[in-house]
C-alpha cells in the first residue's frame, strides 16, 4: 500500500514540475519578446484582424497599415502613430489626434485627448502596442496557465506561447486585464518567429467553442522610412478636409428629451414598428448601413445585447438609413443579423439627427432619450445603461 501511494506521490510532483518549467519556458520566451519590443523605437507593420464567430455565423476582417514612434515625453499613450486604411487616415501627434476620412473628405480632431479615448480604436485591439504593455503584467501573473511549443510554417520555426487567462480579457492598450462575466475563459495564443522574437500573431480564443479573433503582423519593420514632418500636423490637411460637425453638435436631440415618433417596416415582412406602440419598453435603436466596417465589426456585441435581454420589456432595432431591400437582405444573411430590422429609414436618421454611423440610441420605457453615441460607444455602460432602465 505504501508503494502506491509513494508512487502516486512520485507522479503528482512529477506532473507538477513538468507543469512548473512549461510555464518558465513560456515567460522565458514573453521575456525575450518584451525586451525586444521595449528597445524599439519606431515600427511598421501591416495589420489584419479577423473576426471569426461561428456561433454567430459571422466573419469579417479588416485590414491597416501601421506606423508608430514611440515617445514617452508628456504622451499618454507612449507613442506618435499613423494608421491608414481604405476609409480613413488616423494621427496622433502626442498632442492632437485627428482622423481623415477617404470618401467625403472630411476630418475630425481631438486636442487633450486622453489615454482612456484610445481604448476603443480598433486597431488596438491585440496589436504590438498591446503586447509591449501588457507582457511584463502577463509574466508576473502566476495564476495564468502557460505553455510553449515550437511549431513549423511555411518552413519557418515559431514558437507558439498559450495563455489561459481565465475569466478576463487584456484591454486594448494591454494596461491591464477586464474581469468578465462569462462562462468560458480567455485564451490567448502568441505566434512568435524564433529569430527575431517578434510576435507574428495573436489569437484569442475560448474554452467553449471554436469564436476566435486573430490579429497578425506583417513586413514588419523596425527601422522604417518616417512619415514627411508635415503629415504630422492637422493643418496640412485642412485645405483638402473640412471639419465634421460632431454627432452632439448636429443631433437634433439631447439625453432626456422626447423621443419622435416613426413608424417604419420590418425587412421581408408586412409587419411594421413604431415608437409609440413600444412605450413601456426600452428601445434600442442602432443607426446603420450597409458599407461600414464599424457597422459590421459591431453586430456580435448586438446580437449578444438581444439575446440577453429579449426576454425582458426590452427591444433592439436595426434602422437602415438608405440601402435598398435587396442590399439590407443580403447584409442581413451574411453577417447573421438576430434582431429585427427596419428599412427605408432616411428620414427617421435625419428627424434624430444621425449623420455618423453606426449611432445607437436608447430610449426608456417612457419615451425619453438616455444613451446616444456613434461608433466608439462604451460597450459596459451601454449595457448598464439598459439594465437600469429595465428596473
Not at 513549423?152 to 487584456?170: A, M, Q
Not at 453615441?373 to 445603461?385: A, F, G, P, T, W
Request: glycine residues 4%; hydrophobic residues 35%.
Amino acid at each position: 500500500m505504501m508503494k502506491y501511494f509513494l508512487i502516486i506521490i512520485t507522479l503528482l510532483l512529477s506532473n507538477n514540475l513538468a507543469y512548473t518549467q512549461d510555464k518558465n519556458s513560456a515567460n522565458q520566451v514573453l521575456e525575450k519578446t518584451y525586451e525586444k519590443l521595449e528597445k524599439i523605437n519606431s515600427l511598421s507593420y501591416d495589420l489584419t484582424r479577423e473576426l471569426n464567430y461561428p456561433s454567430n455565423n459571422y466573419n469579417a476582417i479588416s485590414k491597416w497599415e501601421c506606423y508608430y514612434f514611440f515617445d514617452l515625453h508628456d504622451n499618454p499613450i507612449g507613442t506618435k502613430f499613423q494608421i491608414t486604411n481604405s476609409s480613413s487616415i488616423d494621427v496622433f501627434n502626442g498632442t492632437e489626434y485627428f482622423s481623415l476620412i477617404k470618401e467625403d473628405k472630411t476630418s475630425e480632431i481631438q486636442n487633450n485627448i486622453k489615454k482612456e479615448d484610445f481604448g476603443s480604436k480598433s486597431y488596438f485591439y491585440n496589436s504590438i502596442l498591446t503586447l509591449r504593455n501588457i507582457l511584463p503584467i502577463i509574466i508576473a501573473d502566476n495564476s495564468s496557465d502557460k505553455s510553449v511549443i515550437d511549431t513549423l510554417i511555411s518552413g519557418k520555426t515559431y514558437k507558439k506561447v498559450k495563455i489561459n487567462i481565465g475569466k478576463r480579457r487584456i484591454q486594448n492598450l494591454g494596461e491591464d486585464f477586464d474581469k468578465m462575466e462569462t462562462d468560458y475563459n480567455f485564451i490567448y495564443t502568441l505566434l512568435i518567429d524564433t529569430k527575431t522574437y517578434f510576435p507574428k500573431e495573436i489569437i484569442q480564443s475560448n474554452d467553449k467553442n471554436s469564436d476566435f479573433i486573430k490579429t497578425s503582423f506583417e513586413n514588419l519593420n523596425i527601422k522604417p522610412i518616417a512619415p514627411n514632418e508635415n503629415s504630422w500636423f492637422y493643418s496640412t490637411y485642412r485645405k483638402e478636409y473640412k471639419k465634421a460637425e460632431k454627432l452632439s453638435q448636429i443631433t437634433k436631440l439631447s439625453l432626456g428629451s422626447e423621443a419622435p415618433n416613426w413608424k417604419l417596416n420590418q425587412l421581408d415582412t408586412k409587419k411594421t414598428f413604431s415608437l409609440d406602440e413600444l412605450k413601456g419598453k426600452v428601445v434600442v435603436l442602432d443607426f446603420w448601413i450597409k458599407n461600414c466596417g464599424y457597422c459590421i465589426s459591431s453586430i456580435p456585441f448586438l446580437n449578444e445585447l438581444h439575446k440577453k435581454f429579449k426576454d425582458k420589456d426590452f427591444i433592439l432595432l436595426g434602422v437602415n438609413a438608405y440601402d435598398t431591400d435587396e442590399k439590407i437582405n443580403e447584409f442581413y444573411k451574411k453577417y447573421g443579423l438576430k434582431y429585427p430590422v427596419l428599412t427605408n429609414g432616411n428620414l427617421v436618421a435625419k428627424d434624430y439627427g444621425v449623420y455618423v454611423f453606426p449611432t445607437i440610441f436608447v430610449i426608456d420605457k417612457s419615451g425619453k432619450i438616455i444613451y446616444l453615441d456613434n461608433e466608439n460607444s462604451d460597450r459596459n455602460q451601454l449595457e448598464k445603461i439598459i439594465q437600469e432602465a429595465l428596473k
